[in-house]
């Protein structure tokens, strides 16, 4: 064990209760600020596998959005409550924000989001996975945003204006009035799309659909970690079972957890996949039900 940093007396009570023996911990950071550590524990002493720490590096950094984007909601809540008392349509956006925040809080997902933006706004809206696909839309007139099966040309000129400045991008051609790219760093997440209405946009009403963007990113970075969560354990499950690293019991205790029964017949199946193709296919079988994915060998 190494002595030759600064040590905090609480963490080192906790240490010693708890019994543990290894520790890891990686920071959580935004956009250069470090917003604090995430760690990890055993009460075995032994080395943290580098997949391990991949690992706990990619909860860190969706932890790390999660809170920078809450100081945002907050920071933004804040700002609408001091303009309430001044204008009206600052009033309506901090309505429409709290509504927004309700649905989060209340395990809601991307359609609740863009009905709520709908009515607030007066417009269609739809939105869009990280590969330009419909995830979900308010009204049929967003159908033709995607001639032939496809985003249209300006409203994908438009998408890359958006990652570029993080803000709303008018279209400018056929297809929604605005787009909001929604982002996670320099990941895109997915797409928010808004049409036509009535009277132009204001500046309330772009940041409206700036802060719908960023709680759609929320709502996808959550699901996102279960949904990983989730392939990471059935992952262990279908390896443990192959190679008998655990007793019969154990397994199927875990089993059960998921909803798998163990005792049926099951065909093994070894699928060759080029590195570049892995986490898709892998993606592709672990959401099918009747299956149990893992990744082997190189990553």
Wanted: some cysteine.
């Amino acid at each position: 064990m190494r002595d030759d940093f600064d040590r905090d007396p609480g963490i080192d009570a906790a240490i010693a209760e708890e019994q543990l023996r290894s520790l890891v911990g990686v920071p959580m950071s935004a956009n250069g600020e470090i917003l604090g550590v995430l760690f990890a524990a055993d009460r075995a002493s032994r080395p943290f596998a580098r997949e391990e720490i991949a690992l706990l590096s990619a909860f860190a950094d969706q932890a790390a959005v999660i809170l920078h984007t809450a100081r945002l909601f907050a920071a933004a809540t804040e700002a609408a409550d001091r303009a309430e008392r001044h204008s009206e349509a600052m009033a309506a956006a901090a309505r429409v924000h709290e509504r927004l925040t309700a649905l989060v809080l209340s395990g809601h997902g991307p359609h609740e989001v863009a009905l709520t933006l709908a009515e607030s706004l007066g417009r269609p809206v739809a939105v869009a996975d990280r590969d330009h696909r419909t995830v979900t839309r308010t009204s049929e007139a967003a159908d033709a945003w995607w001639p032939g099966g496809r985003l249209a040309p300006a409203v994908a000129r438009a998408l890359a204006r958006s990652r570029e400045s993080g803000h709303c991008a008018s279209v400018e051609g056929p297809g929604p009035d605005v787009v909001v790219a929604v982002s996670a760093g320099a990941e895109l997440l997915g797409v928010l799309l808004v049409g036509a209405g009535d009277a132009p946009l204001s500046d309330v009403e772009r940041r409206t659909i700036e802060r719908s963007g960023q709680i759609l990113a929320l709502l996808t970075m959550q699901s996102e970690a279960v949904t990983h969560a989730e392939e990471r354990v059935r992952g262990e499950l279908a390896l443990d079972l192959f190679s008998g690293a655990a007793d019969t019991d154990t397994l199927r205790r875990r089993a059960s957890a998921r909803g798998i029964v163990l005792d049926q017949p099951w065909t093994v199946v070894v699928v060759p996949v080029p590195d570049r193709h892995r986490h898709a296919t892998h993606r592709s079988l672990a959401v099918h039900e009747g299956w149990m994915a893992a990744a082997q060998g190189r990553a």
